[in-house]
């Protein structure tokens, strides 16, 4: 098993920076992926960005050129520094923890969710 502690999220106005961070402990793999989803009211749960540990990363159109994912892997931690936020990215935040068994075949871990409101 895997536990994952978020922080970070809270009220922010437009144009504002939050960085998000989470911590993993438990039967932590050294092959494996970590990331963030987020999900509005009302929509599905989307990819925000994720980082191998490897160091690949991947990020999702929509905050191209304002996020940033990064971690630290003596501290199994993973980080989200958001800037020029905007209203659109409220939402409830997971971090995911993904082991890979193989290139198709893994399993998901998910953290409890933390609110990052962004505010007009």
């Known amino acids: 098993q895997v536990q994952l502690v978020e922080s970070g999220g809270g009220l922010v106005q437009a144009g504002g920076s939050l960085k998000l961070s989470c911590a993993a402990s438990?039967?932590?793999?050294?092959?494996?992926?970590m990331g963030w989803y987020r999900q509005a009211p009302g929509k599905q749960r989307e990819l925000v960005a994720t980082?191998?540990?490897?160091?690949?990363?991947y990020y999702a159109d929509s905050v191209k050129g304002r996020f940033t994912i990064s971690r630290d892997n003596a501290k199994n931690t993973v980080y989200l520094q958001m800037n020029s936020l905007k209203p659109e990215d409220t939402a409830v935040y997971y971090c995911?923890?993904?082991?890979?068994?193989?290139?198709?075949?893994?399993?998901?871990?998910w953290g409890q969710g933390t609110q990052v409101t962004v505010s007009s």
């Open positions: 995911n923890y993904r082991r890979h068994f193989s290139n198709s075949v893994y399993t998901d871990y």
């Open positions: 438990g039967s932590i793999f050294s092959i494996n992926a």
């Open positions: 980082i191998t540990s490897g160091g690949s990363t």
